[in-house]
């Protein structure tokens, strides 16, 4: 029902700022909240941030609160993450997801490609 497509990811020193995109299909991007997830080599993937309709209603893990934003543009269906202040720690593959707000319970049915963000010490 939506596909996700994710741009932003490269190479940064610590210290410094990039900002992932996720694009999404179709006319009803309002209807998911979106969420951030990372995954690194040798660790479980993990839960960075998620946001529903309204910019007011989000919510980070404590390893990037402060950080990283999330926000999202509606009008052109993508949502962004923010990140500032990279640590070498913050290197992983990053991806998008899409929780269907139309049903109850969180459950995240879409997934972007994910995107590459390495940060030198």
């Known amino acids: 029902q939506v596909q996700l497509v994710e741009s932003g990811g490269g190479l940064v020193q610590a210290g410094g700022s990039l900002r992932l995109s996720c694009a999404a299909s179709?006319?009803?991007?309002?209807?998911?909240?979106m969420a951030w997830f990372r995954q690194s080599p040798g660790k479980e993937r993990e839960f960075v941030g998620r946001i529903n309709r309204s910019t007011e209603n989000t919510a980070y893990a404590n390893s990037v609160k402060g950080r990283f934003t999330i926000s999202r543009d509606n009008a052109k269906n993508t949502v962004y993450l923010q990140m500032n202040s990279l640590k070498p720690e913050d290197t992983a593959v990053y991806y998008c997801?899409?929780?269907?707000?139309?049903?109850?319970?969180?459950?995240?049915?879409?997934w972007g490609q994910g995107t590459q963000v390495t940060v030198s010490s």
């Open positions: 997801a899409a929780d269907d707000l139309r049903t109850v319970g969180v459950r995240y049915d879409y």
């Open positions: 179709g006319r009803t991007f309002s209807n998911y909240a």
